[in-house]
């Protein structure tokens, strides 16, 4: 189903970064509403000026101050007035990290009755009080809904389906200032309307004002939180028969949440230093077990791509304990990738096989493109190899996972996440810049079994283990466009250390003009048959934990 999407930005007096950010949403193919809350001088003149109906952008004045919720309120009604199914709120700072956009509509589009919010993740300029107030928010909210599922409630970036949202606003009282951004989410909760979270980098800038009072605001929300505790009991029946489907963010692997926590990987990373690798695997297995019986949709994918592999093999199908040891597998790999950046030398012996002509680039300082996968440890071989050819990997990561990855590994290894090249699509953009890396002697890796978030045609379906999937041309477009030597890279964790094999793919890829799709289709079908042969070699190590079979969705938000 396809979405029709604006942006809803509320402003009461911030203007300095307004017009930067009514650009990046117009870049996204949004029109804007921005709803000017009763502003002063200069904002108010500085926010009109931006009203440009032919080029998408309307502003709405509010000659009275309503607060923040007021003014989101006014634009969501004004976004459904105009035909639109959903809209973006987008706080006027500049705090949000607006890259997520795609992130949120994708998911939108493959969800249109979820809510799709935004889920902070914070720099060091985030005030310590702020902290401390949103986790007392989570907590109320959390008894409110009688659920754990809300991760938060007051990021002011999110997308709302705006028929059920409109519905609440006219059958129920909401509040209108810095309570409506988790009111709205409770009762929409409440009515059964699913929420996802995506994770969003949020930053403080220097000199920035809020409108946040902090005594009455304060007082505000514990009212609200009130009202809303005592309105949960008294619908407690309708709350209960109304509980929101449990959604994954939708089919495509970069909809899915990486379930771990940054604390939680710091604490099995001391106990592996006093007590090593097997006294942590020994602390993983209850926490493994945990997320395989709670997960249904990873169990059953898992189990899924065993019965394939076994299939293709000969072997009888797999049980539930395979599948858990599928699970306990990803969190060994997990822990042995940080460890490899915390404390190299503790992840044990790494071989390697095919290295000789990778020396031989890095000796003359060419640039290459390595194409990895999910099969295996590639992680662990770009911290550990490093140091051997003298060389950093840079590697693609879709942005959503970035920010999550960057901000566990700067806590053990700050100049890695320098190399952690943050994408969403690979676009023009991107493709310059790639070509720039490689140009000045620079590698690159990128994952050959994902597809593209934003789908627009650049996958081709070839045979993996007895079905086709989709593969990305990515890949192979990229290294046409850098001219550069093409290898692949598998890593597998053998006995106590890992086996690294390196592959020559190409040494250049050229694409014909005519039947450049069926070029791209030759060039994904001989990485297919390479990550089938080496999988086989043990399937557990497959971390793809989704429908890899899935068929693509067309279209875009």
């Known amino acids: 189903m396809s979405i029709q999407a604006c942006a809803v930005i509320p402003s009461h007096n911030h203007h300095a970064v307004l017009g930067g950010i009514v650009a990046a949403l117009r870049g996204h193919g949004l029109a804007v509403i921005i709803v000017d809350d009763a502003s002063g001088e200069p904002a108010r003149t500085a926010i009109a000026a931006l009203h440009a109906p032919a080029d998408g952008v309307e502003v709405l004045r509010l000659e009275v101050n309503r607060g923040k919720g007021g003014a989101v309120m006014a634009g969501l009604r004004r976004a459904h007035e105009r035909g639109f199914t959903h809209a973006v709120q987008v706080d006027a700072d500049g705090q949000h990290d607006l890259g997520a956009v795609a992130d949120l509509l994708s998911t939108a589009t493959a969800h249109p009755e979820a809510l799709v919010s935004g889920r902070p993740v914070y720099d060091r300029s985030v005030p310590r009080s702020r902290l401390i107030a949103r986790w007392a928010t989570h907590v109320w909210i959390w008894v409110e809904t009688l659920s754990l599922r809300v991760k938060d409630s007051m990021c002011g970036f999110r997308v709302y389906p705006l028929a059920s949202t409109i519905a609440v606003l006219d059958g129920e009282r909401v509040g209108t200032r810095m309570d409506f951004d ?220 970035a920010v999550r990855y960057n901000r566990l590994i700067r806590s053990v290894r700050p100049d890695a996440a320098d190399h952690t090249i943050q994408v969403t699509d690979v676009g023009p953009e991107t493709a310059i810049d790639l070509k720039e890396r490689v140009e000045s002697g620079e590698w690159i890796a990128i994952a050959g079994d994902r597809t593209p978030v934003e789908f627009n045609g650049r996958v081709s379906m070839v045979p993996f283990l007895g079905q086709d999937a989709a593969f990305s041309q990515g890949p192979y477009v990229l290294a046409a466009l850098m001219g550069c030597p093409v290898y692949l890279m598998f890593c597998l964790r053998e006995g106590e250390g890992h086996r690294v094999t390196f592959e020559p793919f190409a040494e250049r890829i050229d694409l014909p003009r005519r039947g450049k799709d069926a070029a791209l289709t030759e060039l994904a079908a001989r990485y297919a048959r390479r990550l089938e042969h080496h999988c086989l070699r043990d399937p557990m190590q497959w971390y793809n934990f989704f429908d890899f079979w899935a068929e693509p969705k067309t279209g875009r938000p």
């Open 182 to 401: 988790p009111e709205i989410v409770v009762r929409l909760f409440w009515r059964g309307v699913p929420l996802i979270h995506i994770p969003v980098r949020v930053v403080y800038p220097e000199g920035n004002t809020s409108n946040f009072n902090l005594l009455r605001d304060n007082v505000l929300l514990t009212r609200m939180h009130t009202r809303l505790v005592l309105t949960m009991l008294l619908r407690l029946p309708s709350v209960l028969r109304n509980r929101p489907p449990k959604l994954d963010g939708g089919g495509h692997w970069a909809s899915m949440g990486e379930r771990g926590a940054w604390w939680g990987m710091r604490l099995v990373t001391l106990v592996y230093r006093l007590l090593g690798r097997p006294g942590c695997i020994a602390l993983l297995w209850p926490v493994v077990a945990y997320f395989y019986l709670s997960n249904s949709a990873g169990r059953r994918h898992s189990l899924g791509f065993l019965a394939r592999a076994q299939a293709v093999q000969g072997l009888p199908a797999p049980s539930w304990r395979d599948g858990l040891r599928h699970y306990m597998s990803f969190a060994a790999k997990a822990l042995d990738t940080f460890i490899a950046w915390a404390d190299p030398e503790r992840t044990g012996p790494i071989a390697v096989d095919g290295a000789e002509p990778l020396h031989r680039l890095a000796a003359e300082g060419r640039g290459a493109l390595l194409i990895v996968s999910h099969l295996g440890n590639a992680e662990l071989s770009r911290a550990r190899l490093a140091m051997r050819f003298e060389k950093d990997i840079n590697v693609l990561l879709h942005t959503r996972h």
